[in-house]
């Protein structure tokens, strides 16, 4: 796993969320080349719709905008090492 540590900036997620998360994000940037942003969120995404079910988004990058709608308690942004992360699962229509 990376020396580095993540900097969360926004999350509403619970706390053994988060910590898997940036777990995925680590071991993530471990198997791919830290270039590789898209493969770096398909293994991110993968795993949270394993563990967590399907629905999940997931953006890597260092320099991206983003506007969406997510559900309650599904959402983080971090930095770790020189990429940012951003993890949801989408809000249903009502």
């Keep these: 796993m990376l020396e580095g540590k ?4 926004d999350t509403d997620m619970p706390l053994k969320m988060q910590i898997q998360a940036m777990a995925s994000a680590s071991q993530a940037l471990d198997l791919y080349d830290v270039m590789d942003c898209k493969s770096i969120a398909a293994h991110i995404k993968k795993e949270f719709d394993k563990r967590y079910g399907n629905g999940w ?4 990058g260092s320099n991206f905008g ?3 709608t997510h559900t309650k308690g599904t959402f983080i942004y971090f930095t770790l090492e020189t ?3 951003l993890i949801f699962k989408g ?3 009502p």
């Design 83 to 85: 990429l940012n992360f």
């Design 57 to 60: 988004q997931c953006v890597v």
């Design 66 to 68: 983003c506007f969406f």
């Design 91 to 93: 809000a249903t229509s």
């Design 6 to 9: 993540a900097l969360i900036e």
